[in-house]
């Protein structure tokens, strides 16, 4: 008996989306920008009086003044950058590209010693 197989592997455009969109809020604004604007906003609403909720819309308002809209070329470009850039390089993209092959055989001696 002799059996052959190969396993292939290629990613193509596979990517890790939680890689992805922690670099994409990044590339618009470092997160410790975000979290003193944010901060700042949301105890400001506060001390004027605002409930939680209320405090918490304004801050995050004003902290995400600027992000790209989804849907739009702004975000679309800013994304695929990321996107597309293997991790290696500090993107999110997989790069995998692997082949296993493998032969085996086997002869049945048995045959032969109990005769």
């Known amino acids: 008996m002799l059996r052959a197989y190969t ?3 290629n990613a193509g455009q596979a990517y890790n989306t939680t890689i992805t969109t ?3 809020n990044e590339a618009w604004k470092p997160s410790l920008q975000w979290y003193t604007e944010y901060g700042q906003a949301f105890l400001g609403g ?3 009086g605002m409930s939680h909720t209320d ?3 304004l801050a995050r308002s004003l902290a995400d003044a600027g992000r790209p809209v989804a849907g739009s070329a702004q975000f679309q470009s800013l994304y695929d950058g990321i ?3 293997p991790i290696s390089k500090g993107g999110g993209r997989l790069i995998d590209r692997t082949n296993l092959y ?3 055989g086997q002869y049945n001696l048995y045959r032969f010693w109990s005769i």
């Open 55 to 57: 405090a918490h819309n």
């Open 83 to 85: 996107r597309l850039r």
């Open 22 to 24: 922690r670099l994409f």
């Open 102 to 104: 493998a032969v085996e």
């Open 46 to 48: 506060k001390l004027n």
């Open 7 to 9: 396993t292939q592997e």
